[in-house]
């Protein structure tokens, strides 16, 4: 079946430290890949997407490679602040109307100044 | 334009209570999925809905939860006789759902049920 499987957290940083998230999926034919974010007591904001191979997504510094060949999806900034700190999610779904997400089971950020 | 909407954020329900949660999706949105998140879970996808059509209910208990999305209104999801085991943030999502990729899914800010 279809999963996704994240490294597990906490994630603890001190600012401007390099930040990596890995994330990995197992799925048939060619999903899209997603990172949501969510901050503490709040939903799911789209961080990032990518809709096919070597695609990259980005938004506010974070960046993502589709890559195929290693069916992998790592989140990565270059410098974190503070206010990054949330819990990551990486999810796929594929490209059909209405086909819902399917999540992994997030990695929790914490950074430090 | 306003974002999804869901209400109430908290909720406290007794064992063998109804919970009824609701969700109003974004303007022009006619698509609607709830998902579950456990304590240190990631979020379970339950049940897809268009309007007044169940789509997928794959990820519904089989007992006790049912959803609607009536032609007008909010999509309701319902929990009958709940227990501890329901106590979750529900999270509601909604999404054009037109043309071939699954455009973006924009969710609310979930309801937290706590069953005492």
């Known amino acids: 079946g279809n999963s996704v499987t994240q490294m597990e957290g906490p994630v603890t940083l001190s600012e401007e430290a390099f930040l990596t998230i890995n994330c990995t999926y197992t799925?048939?034919?060619?999903?899209?890949l997603f990172w949501y974010v969510q901050y503490p007591g709040e939903g799911l904001q789209l961080l990032l997407k990518a809709t096919k191979a070597d695609d990259k997504g980005s938004n506010k510094g974070f960046e993502a490679t589709y890559r195929k060949e290693t069916t992998s999806f790592h989140l990565e900034k270059g410098s974190v602040q503070v206010s990054d700190s949330a819990v990551y999610f990486c999810?796929?779904?594929?490209?059909?109307?209405?086909?819902?997400?399917?999540f992994g089971k997030g990695t929790t950020l914490s950074v430090s100044s | 334009n306003a974002g999804v909407m869901q209400n109430p954020r908290h909720l406290v329900r007794r064992r063998g209570q109804e919970a009824r949660l609701r969700c109003s999706p974004m303007?022009?949105?006619?698509?609607v999925y709830w998902y579950r998140q456990l304590p240190e879970e990631g979020l379970k996808f339950m049940v897809y809905l268009q309007k007044e059509n169940i789509i997928d209910e794959s990820g519904m208990p089989k007992e006790r939860f049912s959803a609607e999305f009536p032609k007008e209104g909010p999509s309701i999801l319902r929990i009958q006789q709940v227990v501890r085991g329901d106590s979750a943030a529900y999270f509601c999502?909604?999404?054009?759902?037109?043309?071939?990729?699954?455009?973006?899914?924009?969710f609310g800010q979930g309801t937290r049920l706590t069953v005492v």
């Open positions: 999502a909604s999404s054009r759902g037109t043309g071939k990729v699954n455009t973006e899914a924009f």
């Open positions: 799925a048939t034919g060619y999903p899209s």
């Open positions: 999810a796929l779904t594929y490209n059909q109307a209405g086909t819902a997400l399917i």
């Open positions: 303007k022009g949105h006619s698509h």
